[in-house]
């Protein structure tokens, strides 16, 4: 069995695990802020809403990972809204002038879990420390020039 293919179960055995632990038991472990949840699960929904969870946890570490990173803010929600709300922004779903407000209930639920999960570090980031993604149907953009692919997961490519 691949590594790819073991990450995988890896993360639908999380999951099952997810939904079979009632709500309190799920909040033991480390604290994670609300607000950087909630950042952060936006960024997932609006992101990669038709992704896998894979593909949900790749968009989601490329947020924590620029947190972490020198040259980018040290927090998630910082990360997500840099650039403000007037074009040129880091996510488009942010400074496109529509709501940020989450519609598909089944979906924001699966954006907000796997969000927890990242950070509280229990996914693992299938991306080896991508600080960029874009859409894999979009020709390549210039700016990736100088980067290196590291990662295409799903609908998205990632960059380090």
């Known amino acids: ?62 947020v924590v990972n620029r947190a972490r990173e020198a040259g980018f803010p040290d927090r998630v929600c910082d990360v997500v809204q840099q650039g403000g709300e007037q074009r040129p922004c880091q996510f488009g779903w942010y400074c496109d002038g529509r709501s940020d407000q989450p519609r598909a209930g089944r979906m924001w639920e699966t954006s907000l879990d796997v969000a927890q999960e990242v950070l509280a570090g229990r ?20 700016w990736t020039r100088r980067l290196t692919r590291v990662a295409h997961i799903g609908g998205h490519v990632f960059y380090r």
């Open 123 to 142: 996914l693992e980031d299938p991306t080896d420390g991508a600080l960029y993604f874009v859409r894999a149907r979009i020709t390549k953009p210039s």
């Open 1 to 62: 069995m691949n590594v790819k293919s073991k990450l995988i179960l890896a993360i639908f055995g999380l999951l099952v695990a997810i939904v079979a632990v009632p709500p309190p038991a799920r909040a033991a472990g480390p604290q994670v802020p609300p607000e950087a949840l909630r950042c952060l699960a936006l960024a997932v929904y609006f992101e990669a809403r038709g992704e896998s969870i894979e593909g949900k946890a790749a968009v989601a570490h490329v």
